[in-house]
């Protein structure tokens, strides 16, 4: 079975600190997403990846494809980064998201 | 330049009644792609829709249906509710068929069955 494995599922951390969250698929992928998800339930796509690594502002995300593994890093933590991370990827042979399971951050200042 | 709207954000249904959700995407976006969001299952798949075609679907029930109009606008449709059917529903629009240019996702409509 075509699974999506996220972790930690739970990250608590002090505002400042850096953050890796990883995400881990079992067969190939055309695509990997990040996405975040506010209490409330809107989502946000925060990257798009097939290669390599990619960063806006704090935030950075990187891919193994040999590895068929990504981490999302924050660095410098903010309480405006609380809320739930989503790594989702489209299989090979096919265009839909498979989600993992999330992981929910809380940063406390 | 307006985001995805999904109408309406909240709805409560009884049991053996069927629901229509709407789904107007980011103008110019033509694929419009559908999930379903429990506290147990996380977020499935439900189906993608790109020039009135459904493209993709997921694993559900058939009382589980959409369409895409001529505008890319779309809406999902369940028949028969059950408690199950209790999620948030959250769609998504994207230029093209996949995310090879990525998604933009509605707010969600939050439907509770009772």
């Known amino acids: 079975k075509n699974e999506v494995e996220q972790s930690p599922q739970n990250l608590t951390a002090q505002e400042g600190e850096f953050i890796t969250i990883n995400c881990s698929y079992s067969?190939?992928?055309?695509?990997l997403h990040w996405l975040q998800q506010h209490p409330g339930g809107g989502i946000v796509s925060l990257f798009m990846?097939?290669?390599g690594k990619k960063k806006h502002g704090r935030l950075i995300a990187t891919i193994n494809i040999q590895e068929k593994h990504s981490s999302l890093h924050i660095t410098a933590s903010h309480p405006r980064d609380s809320a739930v991370y989503i790594c989702a990827v489209e299989w090979d042979s096919g265009y839909a998201l498979n989600f993992g399971k999330g992981t929910s951050l809380l940063v406390t200042p | 330049k307006a985001g995805v709207t999904q109408t309406p954000r909240y709805l409560i249904k009884t049991r053996g009644q069927q629901v229509t959700l709407s789904c107007s995407p980011i103008s110019g976006h033509r694929s419009v792609s559908w999930y379903q969001q429990t506290p147990g299952q996380g977020l499935q798949f439900l189906f993608e829709?790109?020039?009135?075609?459904?493209?993709n679907k997921g694993n559900f029930p058939g009382r589980f249906s959409g369409r895409q109009f001529s505008n890319s606008r779309s809406e999902m449709n369940v028949s028969t509710l059950e408690l199950g059917d209790s999620a948030l529903y959250l769609c998504?629009?994207?230029?093209?068929?996949?995310?090879?240019?990525?998604?933009?996702f509605g707010s969600g409509t939050r439907l509770t069955v009772v």
């Open positions: 990846l097939s290669s």
């Open positions: 998504a629009s994207s230029l093209a068929l996949g995310g090879g240019y990525g998604y933009t």
């Open positions: 067969v190939g992928i055309s695509a």
């Open positions: 829709y790109f020039s009135e075609t459904q493209r």
